[in-house]
C-alpha cells in the first residue's frame, strides 16, 4: 500500500524557515517524481514544487522560487521542503504527492502538514 | 505562464442529474490535463488525467474529454458521495498549474 506521510509543520514567524520531510513506503521510491502541492486555508490547491526521481529536473511555482528548496534521499524514503522567508502567504496544509508518470500529475498523496506563518 | 479557469464556479443538481464542469486553458496544452475529487475534510483525488483516462478505482460515470484549450468532467449520473470541489491541472510543462476549482452539491 502506498503511504505518504508529512512531518514537520508548526508556527513559525514571518521571515522564519521550516523543514519540511514526506516519508514515503510501500513504492520503489526512487523510480518516481514527487511534488509539494499546497491548500490554504478555504482556498484552492496550489501546486508549489517538483522533482524527477533522480533530482535531475526541479520545477517551483513563481510564487516560491528563490525561496523554498525542495529535494529527495531515494536511500531514505524521503521528500523534504526546505522553507526560508516564509511569508503569511505561505500559511496553507502541504501535502507530498506522487507523481503518476508526467511530472505533476499526482496519483498518491499524503494527510498534509500545516504550516502557519504569523507573528 | 499559461492559466487556468473552470466555469461554473459552484453549482447545484439533483441526484441523478448529468454534470458537466469545464477548464480552459489559456494557450494549448494538447491532452496534458488532470481532474481531480476533493470531498470536504478529505484530500484530493485523482480522477482523470491525459484528458480522458480514468484513474483505476474512479466509478464510470465520471468521464473527461477535451484537448488544446477546453475540457469537460461529465458525471453522468450525480450521486450523493459525489458532493466535492474538482479541480482541473496542466501538466504539458512547469508551472503545473490547478484550476480555481467547481464546487458542487445536492439540490
Known amino acids: 500500500e502506498v503511504q505518504l506521510v508529512e512531518s514537520g509543520g508548526g508556527l513559525v514567524k514571518p521571515g522564519g524557515s521550516l523543514r519540511l520531510s514526506c516519508a514515503a513506503s510501500?513504492?520503489?521510491?526512487?523510480?518516481?517524481?514527487m511534488n509539494w502541492v499546497r491548500q490554504a486555508p478555504g482556498k484552492g490547491l496550489e501546486w508549489v514544487s517538483s522533482i524527477s526521481s533522480s533530482s535531475s529536473y526541479i520545477y517551483y511555482a513563481d510564487s516560491v522560487k528563490g525561496r523554498f528548496t525542495i529535494s529527495r534521499d531515494n536511500a531514505k524514503n524521503s521528500l523534504y521542503l526546505q522553507m526560508n522567508s516564509l511569508r503569511a502567504e505561505d500559511t496553507a496544509v502541504y501535502y507530498c504527492?506522487?507523481?503518476?508518470?508526467?511530472?505533476?500529475?499526482?496519483?498518491?498523496w499524503g494527510q498534509g502538514t500545516l504550516v502557519t506563518v504569523s507573528s | 505562464d499559461i492559466q487556468m479557469t473552470q466555469s461554473p464556479s459552484s453549482l447545484s443538481a439533483s441526484v441523478g442529474d448529468r454534470v458537466t464542469i469545464t477548464c480552459r486553458a489559456s494557450?494549448?496544452?494538447?491532452?496534458?490535463l488532470a481532474w481531480y475529487q476533493q470531498k470536504p475534510g478529505k484530500v484530493p483525488k485523482l480522477l482523470i488525467y491525459a484528458a480522458s483516462t480514468l484513474q483505476s478505482g474512479v466509478p464510470s460515470r465520471f468521464s473527461g474529454s477535451g484537448s488544446g484549450t477546453d475540457f469537460t468532467l461529465t458525471i453522468s449520473s450525480l450521486q450523493p458521495e459525489d458532493v466535492a470541489t474538482y479541480y482541473c491541472?496542466?501538466?504539458?510543462?512547469?508551472?503545473?498549474?490547478f484550476g480555481p476549482g467547481t464546487k458542487v452539491d445536492i439540490k
Open positions: 510501500g513504492f520503489t521510491f526512487s523510480s518516481y517524481s
Open positions: 504527492a506522487r507523481s503518476l508518470a508526467a511530472a505533476g500529475t499526482c496519483d498518491y
Open positions: 491541472q496542466k501538466y504539458n510543462s512547469a508551472p503545473f498549474t
Open positions: 494557450q494549448g496544452i494538447s491532452n496534458y
